[in-house]
Nanobody, 124 residues
Framework: VQLQASGGGLVQAGDSLRLSCAAS????????MGWFRQTPGKEREFVAA????????TYADFVKGRFTISRDNVRNTVYLQMNSLKPEDTAVYYC??????????????????WGQGTQVTVSS
């Protein structure tokens, strides 16, 4: 599956932003989808993941209650709704796909397909 992330931008603290990740390929609807983020000089870190039907989700502790991952298997798109954004959420956000069954994937190595990243900048 090929992935294309979009929706990043410059916002102020407290604002909301929705990232989208469009997928091509027949395997999207059966893939576990995830979002990661990375800032310069740091390791890429897990943000959220979603099972292929959307019934199961998992989030990093630092986004619980603020971010929501969802998917539309008709549009082959996964979303990351980000509310109450903080300056520390500033990062390049990447979407990723794993074609194996749900097992609460949170590691980079769990995901075999990656999008190109979209920059999110939150000003204070």
């Amino acid at each position: 599956v090929q992935l294309q992330a979009s929706g990043g931008g410059l916002v102020q603290a407290g604002d909301s932003l929705r990232l989208s990740c469009a997928a091509s390929g027949r395997t999207f609807s059966s893939s576990v989808m995830g979002w990661f983020r990375q800032t310069p000089g740091k390791e890429r870190e897990f943000v959220a993941a979603l099972s292929w039907r959307g019934y199961s989700t998992t989030y990093a502790d630092f986004v619980k209650g603020r971010f929501t991952i969802s998917r539309d298997n008709v549009r082959n798109t996964v979303y990351l709704q980000m509310n109450s954004l903080k300056p520390e959420d500033t990062a390049v956000y990447y979407c990723a796909a794993d074609q194996r069954p749900w097992r609460t994937q949170t590691a980079q190595a769990d995901f075999g397909s990656w999008g190109q990243g979209t920059q999110v900048t939150v000003s204070s």
